[in-house]
């Protein structure tokens, strides 16, 4: 009698779930407890940040050598971190989870965690250039992936795991569940499986859930984006040209931001030093440029406006007092503030290639929302300047310019539109944040294939497949392909021509056919290495009795993930492809190295 299965078991089994529906109670304590610890990581950081205007009215110079010696200080600390907790990976922390996810079956050592929080906390709180949003995300990835591993989960679900710890810290930092979620899948696992999402989705809502009850309210831990942002009028058609000229205009620092830090980090590792005496070095350069923008700015005091993660830089980029005294001055006025704007957002670039180039701790995310907001107030000044008095403030540039960067340099438009969304909580935004991201993204990828993650790990030599993996083999048909030579026998032939063509040409796979020439079938390597094992057997054996009438045929018309499916339920190197209308003419041979060249050719065309 056949065992009826219960109603919860065939719901575990149509989402998805079976034998890993734990996953969904052990998200949402995953949600619970990094609510809790990017709580703990932020606050010590907001605290270090705050110091200098708590300080400075009281000792205005003084105040100020203090912010600029600080970064030195910060970099020693960080550099005695990493010699207490080492690790032979050099990249950031985002670029560390991608490593583990896709060459370490998503297994971190508990130390990488605590190394990144305690060194981003150095570097971040002592003014270096960099976010703490990459630290969170690995912190969480550690915890995630030695929950999983502690539990003993498999490799899928050590990867899912991980996914939600990044996606947790990620909420509960910006209070942004959706960019949490779409940031994990879309630039860390690269799966929307339903088996991967659900869990996630747990973890992340939970965690922002946790981290908001905590705090007592609804506000990011950086701070609250201006009201004016709620109320912004519809998007128009006639708005739809501005907004795809910021996106390519987005794309560009975009692009020589992420050429950039690669190059930094060549440089610094030239250097005479031991590697982690590095990061001061490039905290002193942070600080003279730090002095240099103070003494440029003479009525300027306290931290300069690229130090540290930039959020109130950022948040007063999305002010329209900001720009409302210019936008009142003459074209020549406008066009120099832009510049200036403009200016300012190369040196945050400049600023945090220093920091994290030369080995200090940190994250990128914050960064390139500054470098965002800048790019999209300066192009906003530009509009006006030009003559467009009819175009946006240029705050709202500002706000659609994050969205545009994030998406330009990580390469994933969902969680750049989706984070700016959430800031704003304003649905009137998310037409021109899609819009304006799809350009970025498509014209920063043009431009370079690698996003500001990958490209760290293409210079190990990693390259990661994408989203689109599957979507390729079904793209490809095996008529695409140019297949090998076709070498046959037939059945009534001895096993010793085989054996000598094998010999003479470095040939290992035979197409047989019959006395009236119909396909019958392939003698492949194993059979004629289980014949040379018996060599005194050869003269008397004929090929008909060593040929697998087993295996597949594929067709032209057939696409590359129907014929390495066939591949997979065979332990051969070739498999013959015939005609489509004639199934019994065969075209050529398509080997594994054959399919699987034309497929990597097609990733590293694409990627």
């Not at 209070?175 to 999402?197: K, Y």
């Not at 054996?499 to 390597?525: I, K, P, S, W």
Request: hydrophobic content about 50%.
């Amino acid at each position: 009698m056949a065992r009826r299965i219960s109603l919860p078991a065939r719901l575990r089994i149509r989402l998805g779930l079976d034998r890993e529906w734990w996953l969904l109670a052990v998200a949402g304590v995953v949600g619970v407890l990094m609510g809790t610890v990017a709580i703990a990581f932020i606050m010590p950081i907001r605290w270090l940040e705050g110091l200098p205007a708590r300080l400075g009215p009281d000792h205005p110079d003084a105040t100020t050598l203090a912010v600029l010696a600080a970064p030195i200080a910060g970099a020693l600390l960080t550099g005695l971190v990493f010699t207490l907790l080492p690790s032979a990976f050099r990249g950031h922390g985002v670029s560390r989870v991608l490593f583990a996810v896709n060459r370490q079956q998503s297994a971190i050592p508990l130390r990488i965690g605590l190394r990144q929080w305690l060194a981003s906390t150095c570097t971040i709180g002592s003014g270096g250039s960099a976010g703490p949003e990459g630290p969170i995300v690995t912190i969480g990835a550690t915890f995630g992936s030695n929950l999983a591993r502690w539990l003993r989960g498999d490799t899928s679900a050590t990867a899912t795991m991980l996914g939600c710890g990044c996606a947790a810290g990620l909420a509960a930092v910006f209070n942004a569940p959706l960019a949490g979620i779409f940031f994990t899948l879309e630039v860390i696992l690269r799966d929307f499986s339903l088996r991967t999402f659900t869990p996630i989705v747990v973890a992340s809502v939970v965690s922002a859930a946790t981290a908001q009850t905590l705090l007592g309210g609804q506000e990011p831990l950086f701070g609250q984006v201006p009201d004016f942002l709620r109320g912004e009028d519809a998007f128009s058609l006639g708005q739809t040209p501005l907004f795809v000229a910021l996106g390519v205009f987005c794309a560009l620092p975009a692009v020589g931001f992420i050429r950039l830090l690669p190059a930094a980090e060549r440089l610094f590792d030239r250097l005479p030093l031991p590697r982690n005496l590095r990061p001061a070095v490039g905290a002193a350069l942070l600080c003279a440029l730090g002095g240099g923008y103070l003494w440029v700015r003479r009525d300027a005091h306290g931290m300069p406006p690229f130090f540290g993660a930039g959020y109130a830089a950022t948040r007063e980029l999305m002010t329209p007092d900001f720009y409302g005294s210019a936008l009142q001055a003459t074209p020549w006025v406008m066009a120099g503030l832009a510049a200036a704007v403009l200016g300012a957002g190369l040196l945050k670039a400049l600023a945090t290639c220093l920091t994290l180039g030369s080995g200090g701790a940190g994250g990128l995310f914050a960064p390139s929302l500054l470098l965002g907001a800048m790019t999209g107030g300066a192009f906003g000044l530009g509009l006006h300047a030009a003559g467009f008095e009819s175009a946006p403030d240029p705050a709202a540039f500002a706000l659609v310019g994050m969205a545009a960067m994030i998406a330009a340099t990580t390469h994933a438009p969902l969680a750049g539109v989706l984070l700016v969304y959430e800031l704003t909580d304003s649905y009137s935004v998310i037409l021109p944040l899609m819009l304006t991201a799809v350009i970025a993204t498509t014209v920063s990828r043009l431009l370079h294939r690698d996003s500001i993650y990958t490209a760290e790990l293409s210079a190990l030599g990693i390259r990661l497949g994408s989203m689109s993996d599957l979507t390729v083999l079904r793209r490809l048909r095996v008529s695409d392909l140019r297949l090998d030579p076709v070498r046959s026998a037939r059945l009534d032939d001895p096993v010793s021509t085989l054996v000598d063509l094998m010999q003479r040409e470095n040939a290992h796979e035979f197409v047989t056919f019959d006395a009236e020439g119909h396909y019958r079938g392939m003698v492949t390597r194993n059979q004629l290495q289980e014949a040379l094992v018996h060599r005194e057997a050869i003269p008397l054996l004929t090929v008909e009795e060593i040929t697998r009438d087993d295996l597949p045929v594929v067709r032209q018309g057939d696409t590359l993930d129907a014929a390495l499916d066939r591949f997979s339920r065979h332990d051969v190197e070739s498999l013959p492809v015939v005609h489509d209308q004639h199934g019994g003419q065969v075209l050529g041979l398509l080997s594994r190295t054959l399919l699987l060249r034309r497929y990597q050719q097609e990733l590293e065309r694409e990627g």
